[in-house]
T-cell receptor, first 113, second 114 residues
Framework: QQQVKQSPQSLIVQKGGISIINCAYE??????FPWYQQFPGKGPALLIA?????SEKKEGRFTISFNKSAKQFSLHIMDSQPGDSATYFC????????????FGGGTRLMVKP | GAVVSQHPSRVICKSGTSVKIECRSL??????MFWYRQFPKQSLMLMAT?????????EQGVEKDKFLINHASLTLSTLTVTSAHPEDSSFYIC??????????FGPGTRLTVL
């Protein structure tokens, strides 16, 4: 059973636009929600992460919005650039699960010049 | 962020041979390390969790006798694919767990079994 559902599977955005990727989770015990960026042939890199005690976290052009009641969280990439073209994974984990991450299915983002 | 290295980055081997992949946490101590497998255009699939000095915990469907994991120190874990076959060809990625739930991933190893 997939515990973290991610959408869309693929996304095309014009340069300068906003990229929005959504994730929904089922397990209310999750308490850590990271986003990873992966370029082809490379390992995932931690982009930004949030815990349920805040509803939003911003780091540069990247923002996580978190809705605890809806069990949803999203990644917003402002002023998207061609260099942002990559695959993005949301994930979730819980403190008492030894850091084990449950990944979403991934979103392939293409930012057109 | 913390740095995790993997070696080799790419390996091609003949069917029936064994391949060892090393995963090192360079600037932090990773009590727990994870091994993932990733097929093209798919998400990461957790294979096993290893804790320093103890036996690895394998996910359902992962053969522990085929994918041998050793976590001998807080900075080194190894994955050995024994008697590799073409269906084992994949992208293998390790990660080390930091102090606050973060996982830091290695750059991955592309295994091709001929």
């Amino acid at each position: 059973q997939q515990q973290v559902k991610q959408s869309p599977q693929s996304l095309i955005v014009q340069k300068g636009g906003i990229s929005i990727i959504n994730c929904a989770y089922e397990n209310t015990a999750f308490d850590y929600f990271p986003w990873y960026q992966q370029f082809p042939g490379k390992g995932p890199a931690l982009l930004i992460a949030i815990r349920p005690d805040v509803s939003e976290k911003k780091e540069g052009r990247f923002t996580i919005s978190f809705n605890k009641s809806a069990k949803q969280f999203s990644l917003h990439i402002m002023d998207s650039q061609p260099g942002d073209s990559a695959t993005y994974f949301c994930a979730a984990s819980m403190d008492n699960a030894g850091n084990m991450l449950t990944f979403g299915g991934g979103t392939r983002l293409m930012v057109k010049p | 962020g913390a740095v995790v290295s993997q070696h080799p980055s790419r390996v091609i081997c003949k069917s029936g041979t064994s391949v060892k992949i090393e995963c090192r946490s360079l600037d932090f101590q990773a009590t727990t390390m994870f091994w993932y497998r990733q097929f093209p255009k798919q998400s990461l699939m957790l294979m096993a969790t290893s804790n320093e000095g103890s036996k690895a915990t394998y996910e359902q469907g992962v053969e522990k006798d085929k994918f041998l994991i050793n976590h001998a120190s807080l900075t080194l874990s190894t994955l050995t694919v024994t008697s590799a076959h073409p269906e084992d060809s994949s992208f293998y990625i390790c990660s080390g767990a930091g102090a606050f739930n973060e996982q830091f991933f290695g750059p991955g190893t592309r295994l091709t079994v001929l």
